[in-house]
């Protein structure tokens, strides 16, 4: 079965730092891109990072020099590193893959608050 588990979440000031996982297990890990997503309350999920087969990493315009998304195929993990936070990061962030045009594997979340 298809698991997907976020861990790493909590509170921080502004500015700060916070690291987030995602342990995948269920399908064969290197042979699919991971994603990262968030979501605040009223508002639609919105796209954070992304990582290829090939390690290579895709940023949504807001946190391009701030996140760094990562994988360790060895370790069926992605990893989503978070500097210099704003408010305006404060969400449920969600992993994700897609094993097939039909099939969405979404965790369960990890709440990720920045304080004003």
């Known amino acids: 079965q298809v698991q997907l588990v976020e861990s790493g979440g909590g509170l921080v000031q502004p500015g700060g730092s916070l690291g987030l996982s995602c342990a995948a297990s269920?399908?064969?890990?290197?042979?699919?891109?991971m994603d990262w997503y968030r979501q605040t309350p009223g508002k639609a999920r919105e796209f954070v990072a992304a990582?290829?087969?090939?390690?290579?990493?895709i940023y949504v315009d807001s946190v391009k020099g701030r996140f760094t998304i990562s994988r360790d195929n060895a370790k069926n993990a992605v990893y989503l590193q978070m500097n210099s936070l704003k408010p305006e990061d404060t969400a449920v962030y969600y992993c994700h893959t897609k094993l097939n045009p039909s099939s969405d594997y979404w965790g369960q979340g990890t709440q990720v608050t920045v304080s004003a």
């Open positions: 269920g399908f064969i890990f290197k042979f699919y891109a």
């Open positions: 990582i290829t087969i090939g390690s290579q990493p």
